[in-house]
């Protein structure tokens, strides 16, 4: 019987490294997780504000304490310094939250495959973003958009190849 609970004892151990060990791999700061994005089957109702005619859902939703903290996961990304796109993506996360709940985020996460990056949300960071989508929303109004990139597999991958007249020819 000793042999059993000592046994146990040492699998438990075991167990309990090995969750810290895979936590601390992910990057991310140990808070409870509210809400989760990266189910494939689930789908999850997305962050809506009818002030910005914005929506959208973010990978993961972290409280620390009554804080919500957005996370933006991009596993295959190799940058070592955010990408502007992926900042400001995640600063609609910010506004977001900021609408649904009344309290604005302290700050968010961008997830990369190495590396784990704390963005403020701040008053300068609100006008980039306002900016952004004012510019969006006049793109949305050109008759005429031309290509913006020489990347065949950016064509292959996209959703208008069968209506554009500007694809790039491949393979």
């Known amino acids: 019987m000793i042999w059993l609970a000592l046994g146990l004892g040492l699998l438990a151990l075991w167990l309990w490294r090995r969750s810290n060990q895979l936590r601390a791999s992910t990057g991310l700061p140990w808070r409870t997780v509210v809400y989760h994005d990266t189910a494939r089957r689930e789908l999850t109702k997305a962050l809506f504000s009818a002030r910005y005619q914005l929506t959208g859902k973010p990978d993961y939703v972290l409280a620390d304490g009554k804080a919500l903290i957005p996370v933006e996961v991009k596993p295959q990304r190799q940058a070592t310094s955010p ?3 992926d900042i400001l993506q995640l600063a609609a996360y ?4 900021e609408e649904a709940t009344g309290v604005a985020p302290r700050y968010g996460l961008l997830r990369y495959a190495q590396h784990t990056f704390q963005v403020d949300w701040t008053d300068q960071l609100y006008q980039a973003l306002l900016e952004a989508l004012d510019a969006m929303r006049d793109d949305l109004e050109l008759n005429d958009v031309e290509r913006s990139h020489e ?5 292959r991958a996209c ?3 069968d209506r554009c007249t500007d694809a790039l020819e491949y393979d």
């Open 83 to 85: 990408r502007q796109g």
């Open 94 to 97: 910010c506004l977001l939250l």
């Open 151 to 155: 990347q065949p597999w950016r064509c």
């Open 159 to 161: 959703g208008f190849g």
